[in-house]
């Protein structure tokens, strides 16, 4: 009898519907595995942004480094640069549009956690509870369904991870903006592999019944930045420097 035990319950537990900190964990494994997450350093990140319906197309720019300081733009044709970027623990926006601007409250605490390099590796760090909310179809595949709730902030977040293969699929979230709280939607796919990580290079982000669509072109780990790249603009540094005056 002991036997056929021994022979029976691997499959069975095999089977077992897994944590949520197991799916999270493994997404870490099937992507490139903690170590590979924990070597890096810097992050270079270089695509194509398009939105289709207002036919605008940009020129995508991503810079993290592992002291939570990052920078993004996009420069869109015949509109011009929209940058953003988090230094300091100030998250900021600027635009030709609409100026500088610095971002407070739940919209800090987002942009913080995705400055953050090792936000994947230690995600334990940045959120105080997973739960597991059940499986859901994406787009014709099984996934798992996981509520993720920040350590600082009070939005949570909706992951769909697949289940056979491990990756992300579908991320929903309400992000908190100057227009209000927005129901957000991100799917990602056509994951390739950049110097021992496999990364989303497909990202579609629905918003505001907008659809942008983002192309990662490249990767490059533990590539020199200059450290002045993530300084923010004097406008927006003087703006900072403002607003820290009337807090104070």
Wanted: proline share 4%; glycine share 8%; with cysteine.
């Amino acid at each position: 009898m002991s036997l056929l035990l021994t022979l029976y319950l691997p499959t069975v537990c095999s089977a077992q519907t897994p944590t949520a900190e197991q799916i999270l964990d493994r997404y870490l494994e099937v992507t490139g595995g903690r170590a590979a997450y924990e070597q890096i350093r810097t992050e270079t990140v270089t695509g194509v942004m398009e939105m289709k319906a207002q036919g605008l197309r940009g020129r995508l720019l991503g810079l993290r480094n592992d002291r939570q300081e990052s920078y993004n733009s996009v420069e869109i044709d015949g509109v011009g640069k929209i940058e953003e970027g988090f230094h300091q623990g100030i998250a900021w926006e600027k635009s030709a549009m609409a100026g500088p601007r610095i971002k407070t409250g739940e919209e800090r605490a987002f942009f913080a956690r995705e400055a953050a390099m090792a936000k994947d590796s230690r995600w334990r760090d940045f959120y105080a509870h997973a739960e597991l909310q059940g499986e859901e179809m994406v787009g014709g595949v099984a996934c798992f369904k996981v509520l993720l709730t920040p350590r600082e902030g009070t939005r949570p977040e909706t992951r769909f991870y697949e289940k056979e293969s491990g990756l992300l699929k579908r991320v929903t979230m309400v992000l908190a903006s100057p227009m209000g709280d927005l129901p957000v939607e991100s799917l990602f796919g056509a994951y390739k592999e950049f110097g021992g990580l496999k990364v989303p290079t497909s990202i579609i982000t629905r918003m505001a019944g907008q659809e942008m669509a983002m192309t990662i072109q490249s990767v490059e780990h533990n590539k020199e930045i200059p450290a002045e790249r993530f300084v923010p603009p004097a406008d927006v540094r003087t703006l900072a420097e403002r607003l820290s005056r009337k807090v104070n």
